[in-house]
């Protein structure tokens, strides 16, 4: 099967450069061991596996970042639209949530998908991601959704969905600061649903 679109993967915020985190905040609180979860390290691990499986289902994509180093907002949607003039694409931007002061612990939790302000294609894309995710993890987790405009995407005049000449999202995965569901979001299980989800949703919109 010859991929109609190009996928263009975002992967958040920056990851680690020799040892040093690239982004402030951006993290979880410590777990008792010392570890944290960082969101742009744990962006990235999500990134890759969601593209192993798109191209071992003939997808085509790409990760725009492509880098550890935080580039700028304005530099991502560049390459987006860059790669948006030649083909067909559908830009997706991987990122988990959260709430609080980052320092201590939160009890929001859940997964939410957002497109910029208005009916636009990126509503039809969201909509069918969020149907394949809630199919996957079905009521295993907290789903943050707004009807507000009929859909149960979430809208924001974010710069990477208001700039990109494409269909755009932004998956938030998740939220770090949530310390049962940051340990789940570690765990293969929870990233395996998110990449069977993202896939199964690429694969309706190609038939579209």
């Known amino acids: 099967m010859a991929s109609k679109y190009l996928y263009i993967f975002d992967p958040g915020h920056g990851g680690l ?49 492509n880098s550890d180093l935080d580039i700028s907002l304005g530099e991502r949607v560049r ?3 860059s790669l948006a003039k030649d083909r067909k694409c559908i830009y997706i931007s991987i990122h988990s949530d959260a709430a ?4 201590r612990w939160h009890s ?4 939410s998908v957002w497109t910029s302000k208005g009916q636009t294609k990126s509503d039809i894309f969201a909509s069918i991601v969020i149907d394949e995710l809630q199919s996957k993890f079905l009521q295993s987790i907290k789903w943050r959704t707004n009807m507000t ?23 938030e995965l998740g ?13 293969t299980e929870f990233k395996d649903k998110v990449v069977n989800a993202l896939l199964a949703a690429a694969l309706k919109w190609e038939n579209i």
């Open 100 to 103: 609080g002061d980052g320092v």
């Open 79 to 81: 390459k987006a639209n």
């Open 149 to 171: 405009d009929g859909d149960e995407d979430w809208e924001e005049n974010f710069y990477v969905l208001r700039e990109t000449r494409c269909p755009a999202i932004l998956c």
């Open 17 to 65: 450069v020799n040892g040093k985190y690239q982004t402030a905040g951006k993290r979880s609180p410590k777990f008792p061991d010392g570890r944290v979860l960082f969101e742009g390290v744990n962006n990235r691990d999500n990134v890759e596996r969601i593209m192993s499986k798109f191209r071992a289902n003939g997808l085509d994509c790409v990760d725009i970042v």
């Open 175 to 187: 939220f770090h600061t949530n310390e049962a569901e940051t340990k789940r979001m570690m765990t």
């Open 108 to 111: 929001a939790s859940g997964i």
